[in-house]
């Protein structure tokens, strides 16, 4: 459903990570509703996942929802109050490889009126699970355009591909992991102010110049990023002169105390040699921040100069920052453990 060279991406930085015998995910699971693309109303089934959530009672229950293979062309706001779990249709649940369910829209930040309004997929809802689902914002160059914006607490995003260019992933709010999936985009990609977020054996794929993060930390209460065991690459498709001008992050917002951490990092983008990025020359925002690394590996890596306002981490140190750090010593009461790396 997606283009040769996503799969081909998956297949060689995920090898490592992958596990010993796959598993499919073809049909729906017991109770769950089922969405189709081109699919006749007496068939039982939903036509869009829209269709779907409308179903669903607004109330505290559990549901699923299973989505089979299509590209359906969407903006989607899940807000129900009860727990919410969405498969998508795959031969390989361990890898966004395979997936073969997509969700696309093109709103910027113009169109919408906000960041969060210009998400494909929105969620604003605490008790949410995905897997194998692709989503993009097809906007482009220009202008903030998010694929994924995260309002909940408690979400876990399961071998799924975001897309997107500038403003891909909206970690804004709430308790959240991303694991096995693939994130691609060019400026400030992965973003937001207060989220609780940890990232984990993904494949990070930098599409134009720009940083890979953008935090916006406002104060010690708001969360940090915590980045373990990814792989950081050029896009495929990446534009001219990417090569140089990719750094992990900058500080954003008015008052930025950026909390980012990237452990064991693989970096095979060519990352600028300062690795890290001010704001703006003028405005450069960098007197509270927290930009830390721990056994950044890889050929993006040359000559590197990292800047006073970076820190390199000791093992010791290294180790305080993990899934618990990042979302809660209860992580394991609602995070699927065989995606954790």
């Not at 709103?107 to 692709?134: E, I, P, Q, W």
């Not at 690795?275 to 721990?294: H, K, L, M, N, T």
């Not at 590996?297 to 590197?304: I, K, M, W």
């Amino acid at each position: 459903m997606y283009p040769k060279c996503l799969r081909a991406i998956a297949a060689l930085a995920l090898a490592s990570l992958h596990s010993a015998v796959a598993k499919q995910r073809i049909a729906p699971p017991p109770g769950a509703l089922a969405v189709r693309a081109g699919t006749p109303p007496a068939s039982g089934m939903f036509e869009t996942i829209n269709g779907a959530l409308a179903a669903l009672p607004n109330d505290d229950s559990s549901r699923t929802i299973f989505i089979f293979p299509g590209v359906y062309n969407e903006l989607v706001n899940i807000t129900r109050p009860g727990p919410l779990t969405i498969y998508g249709y795959t031969t390989d649940t361990a890898s966004f490889a395979q997936n073969e369910v997509v969700i696309q829209a093109g709103l910027s930040l113009a169109d919408a009126g906000s960041d969060d309004a210009s998400g494909t997929l929105r969620v604003h809802k605490d008790s949410f699970s995905m897997y194998n689902v692709n989503v993009t914002n097809t906007f482009g160059p220009g202008m903030q355009a998010i694929a994924i914006s995260q309002y909940g607490s408690k979400v876990g995003l399961y071998a799924c591909a975001f897309l997107g260019y500038q403003d891909t992933l909206y970690a804004n709010e709430g308790t959240q992991v991303y694991l096995k999936g693939y994130i691609e985009g060019a400026v400030d990609f992965i973003f937001g102010r207060h989220g609780f977020a940890y990232f984990g054996g993904n494949t990070i794929a930098s599409k134009g110049p720009g940083c890979v993060t953008a935090s916006g930390r406002e104060t010690d209460a708001d969360g940090s990023y915590v980045f373990n065991q990814n792989t950081i690459i050029l896009a495929p498709d990446a534009v001219p002169n990417t090569a140089g001008y990719i750094f992990l992050g900058r500080p954003w917002g008015v008052r930025p105390l950026c909390r980012v951490i990237f452990k064991n990092t693989v970096i095979t983008a060519p990352l600028n040699q300062t690795i890290w990025s001010i704001w703006d020359p003028g405005d450069e925002r960098i007197d509270d921040v927290f930009f830390a690394e721990y056994n950044s590996t890889g050929s993006g890596l040359t000559a590197p100069q990292r800047p006073s306002f970076s820190t390199l981490l000791t093992e010791t140190q290294a180790d305080v920052f993990n899934i618990s750090s990042a979302v809660g010593s209860d992580y394991a009461t609602w995070v699927d453990l065989d995606y954790l790396v």
